[in-house]
C-alpha cells in the first residue's frame, strides 16, 4: 500500500470548517482514499473513502487532485466531538485487505 | 450501535499470567478479522490477521507463540497474550471484514491491558 504523509497536528476552531491535507504521490491507479479518525481510548471509526470524483457524506467530504497524489477532508463545521487523531490511508479496495495506519493528524478544536 | 464488540475492555494483570481478549462481530459474519495494538500516543500497529477455520498471519516481528489467536467462528476470535509482562502493556484493537456486498470493515471499541 502507498505511504501517506499528513501533518502531525492541527488546531481549528469551532464552527469554523477544518481541512486535513493528505500527501499520497505513490499512489496507485487501483488504490483508495480513507479517512478514519481515533478519538482517545475508542477503536477508529471509519469517516469517507473515495477513488477520484469527490465524495460527501453525513460527517465530511472529501476532495481528491486530478493527479490523485493529495486529498483534503474537510469537517464542514467542526465541533469539540471532533477532536481526535484522523488517519489518511490509501489501499486497494480488496476484500479483506489490511488497513496500515501512518502517524496521522491529531485534531484539536478549540471553543 | 456497535457492530463489533471487545471483551474486556480493560484488564489489570500479574506479569507472567496469560490474559484472553475476545472480538465478535454482532450481526454479521467474518471470515477475516485483524488485530492491532497501539502504545501510548502511537499510532495503530497490525499485529496479525485471523482467519476463520485456518492459522492466523502475523506480521514481521510479532511472536506467534506470544499472541495466541484463534479464529473458531465465524463471529469470534480471540487473542491470548501469554506470559504477559510489562511491555505487552498496550491499547489491542481487533477489525473485522463484514462478509457479504457491503465489504466494509469495522473496529472495535479496543481493550486496555495494563501488566503489573
Known amino acids: 500500500d502507498a505511504k501517506t504523509t499528513q501533518p502531525p497536528s492541527m488546531d481549528c476552531a469551532e464552527g469554523r470548517a477544518a481541512n486535513l491535507p493528505c500527501n499520497h504521490s505513490t499512489i496507485s491507479g487501483n488504490e483508495y482514499v480513507y479517512w478514519y479518525r481515533q478519538i482517545h481510548s475508542q477503536g477508529p471509526q471509519y469517516i469517507i473513502h473515495?477513488?477520484?470524483n469527490n465524495e460527501t457524506n453525513e460527517m465530511a467530504s472529501l476532495i481528491i487532485t486530478e493527479d490523485r497524489k493529495s486529498s483534503t477532508l474537510i469537517l464542514p463545521h467542526a465541533t469539540l466531538r471532533d477532536t481526535a487523531v484522523y488517519y489518511c490511508i490509501v489501499r486497494v479496495k480488496a476484500a479483506g485487505n489490511k488497513l496500515t495506519f501512518g502517524g496521522g493528524t491529531r485534531v484539536l478544536v478549540k471553543p | 450501535g456497535a457492530v463489533v464488540s471487545q471483551h474486556p475492555s480493560w484488564v489489570i494483570c500479574k506479569s507472567g499470567t496469560s490474559v484472553k481478549i475476545e472480538c465478535r462481530s454482532l450481526?454479521?459474519?467474518?471470515?477475516?478479522m485483524f488485530w492491532y495494538r497501539q502504545f501510548p500516543k502511537q499510532s495503530l500497529m497490525l499485529m496479525a490477521t485471523s482467519n476463520e477455520g485456518s492459522k492466523a498471519t502475523y506480521e514481521q516481528g510479532v511472536e506467534k507463540d506470544k499472541f495466541l489467536i484463534n479464529h473458531a467462528s465465524l463471529t469470534l476470535s480471540t487473542l491470548t497474550v501469554t506470559s504477559a509482562h510489562p511491555e505487552d502493556s498496550s491499547f489491542y484493537i481487533c477489525n473485522v471484514r463484514r462478509e457479504d456486498s457491503y465489504n466494509e470493515q469495522f473496529f472495535g471499541p479496543g481493550t486496555r491491558l495494563t501488566v503489573l
Open positions: 450481526d454479521f459474519q467474518a471470515t477475516t
Open positions: 473515495g477513488l477520484k
